[in-house]
Structure formats: structure tokens, C-alpha cells
């Protein structure tokens, strides 16, 4: 069975940094495309970033460009998610998402769902 | 970017009522259309695909439909299980948009 493990979230000040992982097991990482996607508390999904199997393309949210850098290892089954410069609106639940292909394109899409890590922006 | 609207943002329905979700995305996204079920405090959950087609284990009573623009996802005899919130998402370009929820309660 799929089973996507997030971790390393917590709470964070303003200005600081944060590595997110996803553990996947049950499938082999590297024949597929992966997702970071968050939701603020109390509020909707909002896509964050995407990598290709084998990690040559990558996309992210334009609000995010420059401050999350999505990467992966698929000799040791793990997605991670470089978060710098952390605001408060930042604050989420990070849910890593596989896709249904190693590729992008035009209707792939998210098909699993890891049950997410906390991530609180404060001071 | 791609907007998407869900329409209602929320629903009162009875066990056994039929619902209807609409969503509706500000170009033409064909047919790459997903919809997902999320329930309190769990990650979201496929339902179905390309517009119409069921993900594999979700019963036969949710359905899909949609081109272009306008989607709908129906459950054809709520279930006590089904109460829950229901978000639409495009996959025809990034970034991959969701609309904003649909929350099905009970009445």
C-alpha cells in the first residue's frame, strides 16, 4: 500500500527556516511525479510545488518562487521541501501528494496524500 | 492563472438526498478536471478523474461531468460517510488550482 510520511514541521519564526521530508513506501519514488500542496487552518488547498520523476522539472506557486525549493532523493524514497524566509501566512498543514506519472502534463494528477505535517509561523 | 469557483460554498442535505457540486474554471481546462473529498482533520482524498471517471474503490454513487468550463460532481443517495468537504482542481497547467471547497453537512 502507499503511505507518504511527512515530518519536520513545527513552529518557526518570522524570517526563519524550515526542511520538510515525506517518507514514501509501498511504490518506488522514483517512477513518479510528487507534490507539496498546504491549507491554512480553517481555510482551503492551495497547490505549492511540483517535481518530475527524477527530479528535472520543477514548478511552484508564484507567490513562492525564490523562498521553497523542492527536491528529492529516490535512493532513499524521500521528498523534502526547503522552506526560507518564513512569514506567518506561511503557517499550514504541508501535505506531500504523489502524482500518477513521473512526468508533467496536462491532466496528471495528485492520485495519493500524505496526512501532513504542522508548520507555524510565529513569534 | 486558472481560477476556479466551486458553487455552493456549503450544503445542508438529508442521508439518501442526491447533491450536485458545481465548479467552474475561468478558461477552458477540457477535460482535466479532478475532484477530491476531504473529511475533518484527514488529507484529502481522490474521487474522480479526467472529469468523469472514478478513482478505483469509490462507490458508484459519486459521479462527474464537465467540459470546457463547467464540472459537476453528483452523489446520486448522500451517505452518512459522505459528509464531508469536496474541492475541485484543475491539472491542465500549472499552477494547479483548487477551488475553494464545497461543505456538506447534515441537516
Known amino acids: 500500500e502507499v503511505q507518504l510520511l511527512e515530518s519536520g514541521g513545527g513552529l518557526v519564526q518570522p524570517g526563519g527556516s524550515l526542511r520538510l521530508s515525506c517518507a514514501a513506501s509501498?511504490?518506488?519514488?522514483?517512477?513518479?511525479?510528487m507534490n507539496w500542496v498546504r491549507q491554512a487552518p480553517g481555510k482551503g488547498l492551495e497547490w505549492v510545488s511540483f517535481i518530475s520523476g527524477g527530479g528535472g522539472t520543477t514548478f511552484y506557486a508564484d507567490s513562492l518562487r525564490g523562498r521553497f525549493t523542492i527536491s528529492r532523493d529516490d535512493s532513499k524514497n524521500t521528498l523534502f521541501l526547503q522552506m526560507n524566509s518564513l512569514r506567518a501566512e506561511d503557517t499550514a498543514v504541508y501535505y506531500c501528494a504523489k502524482h500518477n506519472v513521473a512526468y508533467y502534463g496536462s491532466g496528471s494528477y495528485v492520485d495519493w496524500w500524505g496526512q501532513g505535517t504542522l508548520v507555524t509561523v510565529s513569534s | 492563472d486558472i481560477q476556479m469557483t466551486q458553487s455552493p460554498s456549503s450544503l445542508s442535505a438529508s442521508v439518501g438526498d442526491r447533491v450536485t457540486i458545481t465548479c467552474r474554471a475561468s478558461q477552458s481546462i477540457t477535460t482535466y478536471l479532478n475532484w477530491y473529498q476531504q473529511k475533518p482533520g484527514k488529507a484529502p482524498k481522490l474521487l474522480i478523474y479526467?472529469?468523469?471517471t472514478l478513482q478505483n474503490e469509490v462507490p458508484s454513487r459519486f459521479s462527474g461531468s464537465g467540459s470546457g468550463t463547467d464540472f459537476t460532481l453528483t452523489i446520486s443517495s448522500l451517505q452518512p460517510e459522505d459528509f464531508a468537504t469536496y474541492y475541485c482542481?484543475?491539472?491542465?497547467?500549472?499552477?494547479?488550482?483548487f477551488g475553494q471547497g464545497t461543505k456538506v453537512e447534515i441537516k
Open positions: 479526467a472529469a468523469s
Open positions: 482542481q484543475q491539472s491542465y497547467g500549472t499552477p494547479f488550482t
Open positions: 509501498g511504490f518506488s519514488l522514483s517512477s513518479y511525479a
